[in-house]
Protein backbone atom coordinates (compact mmCIF):
# COMPACT_ATOMS: atom_id res chain seq x y z
CA UNK A 1 0.00 0.00 0.00
CA UNK A 2 1.26 3.24 -0.81
CA UNK A 3 1.70 6.00 1.84
CA UNK A 4 0.46 9.74 1.21
CA UNK A 5 3.05 12.08 1.93
CA UNK A 6 2.18 15.09 4.11
CA UNK A 7 2.92 18.14 3.32
CA UNK A 8 5.90 18.53 6.09
CA UNK A 9 6.91 15.60 4.27
CA UNK A 10 7.06 16.57 0.76
CA UNK A 11 8.72 20.19 2.04
CA UNK A 12 11.49 18.45 3.56
CA UNK A 13 12.54 16.04 0.86
CA UNK A 14 11.53 18.09 -1.87
CA UNK A 15 11.00 22.00 -1.17
CA UNK A 16 8.43 24.55 -1.67
CA UNK A 17 5.94 22.90 -4.55
CA UNK A 18 4.85 25.60 -7.60
CA UNK A 19 1.39 24.38 -7.74
CA UNK A 20 -0.69 21.62 -5.79
CA UNK A 21 -3.42 19.96 -7.84
CA UNK A 22 -6.21 18.12 -6.07
CA UNK A 23 -7.82 15.27 -7.77
CA UNK A 24 -11.32 14.70 -6.89
CA UNK A 25 -14.34 12.00 -8.07
CA UNK A 26 -17.40 11.23 -7.98
CA UNK A 27 -18.55 8.18 -5.75
CA UNK A 28 -19.67 6.31 -8.73
CA UNK A 29 -15.94 6.53 -10.28
CA UNK A 30 -14.33 5.85 -7.14
CA UNK A 31 -16.27 2.57 -6.54
CA UNK A 32 -15.94 1.18 -10.20
CA UNK A 33 -11.94 2.29 -9.85
CA UNK A 34 -11.89 0.32 -6.60
CA UNK A 35 -13.64 -2.41 -8.09
CA UNK A 36 -10.59 -3.22 -10.15
CA UNK A 37 -8.11 -2.34 -7.57
CA UNK A 38 -9.90 -5.23 -5.69
CA UNK A 39 -9.81 -7.46 -8.19
CA UNK A 40 -6.15 -7.40 -8.94
CA UNK A 41 -5.21 -8.33 -5.08
CA UNK A 42 -7.71 -10.93 -5.00
CA UNK A 43 -6.80 -12.23 -8.11
CA UNK A 44 -2.83 -12.32 -6.80
CA UNK A 45 -4.00 -13.56 -3.47
CA UNK A 46 -2.62 -10.48 -1.74
CA UNK A 47 0.89 -10.62 -3.62
CA UNK A 48 0.12 -7.04 -5.81
CA UNK A 49 -1.23 -4.22 -4.89
CA UNK A 50 -3.37 -2.62 -7.64
CA UNK A 51 -3.07 0.97 -8.02
CA UNK A 52 -3.49 4.05 -10.94
CA UNK A 53 -0.65 5.04 -12.37
CA UNK A 54 -0.57 8.01 -14.66
CA UNK A 55 2.37 9.82 -16.35
CA UNK A 56 2.86 11.92 -13.07
CA UNK A 57 2.79 9.02 -11.25
CA UNK A 58 -0.32 10.08 -9.01
CA UNK A 59 -0.67 6.66 -7.01
CA UNK A 60 -4.33 6.12 -5.98
CA UNK A 61 -4.82 3.00 -3.60
CA UNK A 62 -7.97 1.44 -2.23
CA UNK A 63 -6.53 2.57 1.52
CA UNK A 64 -6.80 6.20 -0.28
CA UNK A 65 -10.71 5.75 -1.92
CA UNK A 66 -12.07 4.00 1.49
CA UNK A 67 -10.51 7.85 3.24
CA UNK A 68 -11.62 9.62 1.11
CA UNK A 69 -15.21 8.61 0.69
CA UNK A 70 -15.20 7.98 4.42
CA UNK A 71 -14.67 11.85 4.67
CA UNK A 72 -11.23 11.73 5.91
CA UNK A 73 -9.66 13.01 3.21
CA UNK A 74 -10.57 16.01 0.76
CA UNK A 75 -9.31 15.11 -2.01
CA UNK A 76 -8.52 11.60 -3.80
CA UNK A 77 -4.67 12.20 -4.31
CA UNK A 78 -2.82 15.40 -4.75
CA UNK A 79 -0.13 15.82 -7.71
CA UNK A 80 2.86 18.37 -6.53
CA UNK A 81 5.28 20.15 -9.49
CA UNK A 82 8.13 21.99 -8.31
CA UNK A 83 10.34 24.93 -10.26
CA UNK A 84 12.33 22.34 -11.62
CA UNK A 85 9.36 20.30 -13.23
CA UNK A 86 8.86 23.26 -15.54
CA UNK A 87 10.36 23.10 -18.65
CA UNK A 88 10.43 25.38 -22.16
CA UNK A 89 9.74 24.16 -25.23
CA UNK A 90 11.15 25.85 -28.34
CA UNK A 91 9.59 25.19 -31.77
CA UNK A 92 12.10 24.42 -34.63
Given amino acids: ?4 M ?7 Q ?3 PQIKLDVHATRSEL ?3 REK ?6 LSNGQEQGYL ?3 CKLYIDVD ?4 YLSGELDTVGEIYAFPEDIKSYKEE
Wanted: charged share 40%.
Fill in 31 to 33: LKL
Fill in 37 to 42: LMAIRD
Fill in 53 to 55: DID
Fill in 6 to 12: TMDEVLK
Fill in 64 to 67: DIDR
Fill in 14 to 16: YGV
Fill in 1 to 4: MSQR
